[in-house]
T-cell receptor
Framework: NAGVTQTPKFRILKIGQSMTLQCTQD?????MYWYRQDPGMGLKLIYY???????DKGEVPNGYNVSRSTTEDFPLRLELAAPSQTSVYFC?????????????FGSGTRLTVV | KNEVEQSPQNLTAQEGEFITINCSYS?????LHWLQQHPGGGIVSLFM???GKKKHGRLIATINIQEKHSSLHITASHPRDSAVYIC??????????FGTGTRLQVFP
């Protein structure tokens, strides 16, 4: 049982490049999330999904896109990378929202944009 | 003022000490989560609380909804407890608000 798997673990991008952060979970969780963690700040929600085919914006969605074609996968796309997107990105999943169920987090992707 | 405040920001302890980390919040919530972030960066969910107290091994979490305050206690602390402990509250559907974390170092 792998839980939530994120790839890659590290990446350096040049300004203007694009990339996709992959996230896969094998727990049949319906809710999935993308967060970013900046130094000295709490995690901020980028996008989330309540099920296949449904996505919604979080607090900081600008510069990102997501898709949820299957229950298992929730990739995060960065278009035209900017230095402000240098951060650690975490994917997470839960059974049915955040209120009454715990989260399972991926191991994170450390992204640097230069 | 942040909606979720944790104290202290940094905490150093000797092995065996009793540890308390505090979390205060200013919004109405339906649940509060305590998370542990390892030095390598991974995040693990420790507790989800909506009232009262929960215990898991040497970890105890309490919440006082009226006072909008929660505490995480670690009994008989050990160097392997060294990590960042994060408090997060659920304000509305699908929205968690995270504190900035408390960095704990336990020395032998």
């Amino acid at each position: 049982n792998a839980g939530v798997t994120q790839t890659p673990k590290f990446r350096i991008l040049k300004i203007g490049q694009s990339m996709t952060l992959q996230c896969t979970q094998d727990m049949n969780h319906n809710y999935m999330y993308w967060y970013r963690q900046d130094p000295g700040m709490g995690l901020k929600l980028i996008y989330y999904s309540v099920g296949a085919g449904i996505t919604d914006k979080g607090e900081v969605p600008n510069g990102y896109n997501v898709s949820r074609s299957t229950t298992e996968d929730f990739p995060l796309r960065l278009e035209l990378a900017a230095p402000s997107q240098t951060s650690v990105y975490f994917c997470a999943s839960s059974i049915a929202g955040t209120g009454n169920y715990g989260y399972t987090f991926g191991s994170g992707t450390r992204l640097t944009v230069v | 003022k942040n909606e979720v405040e944790q104290s202290p920001q940094n905490l150093t302890a000797q092995e065996g000490e009793f540890i308390t980390i505090n979390c205060s919040y200013s919004v109405g919530i339906s649940a509060l989560h305590w998370l542990q972030q390892h030095p390598g960066g991974g995040i693990v969910s420790l507790f989800m609380l909506s009232s009262g107290k929960k215990k898991h091994g040497r970890l105890i979490a309490t919440i006082n909804i009226q006072e909008k305050h929660s505490s995480l206690h670690i009994t008989a602390s050990h160097p392997r407890d060294s990590a960042v402990y994060i408090c997060a509250v659920r304000e509305g559907p699908d929205k968690l608000i995270f504190g900035t974390g408390t960095r704990l170092q336990v020395f032998p």
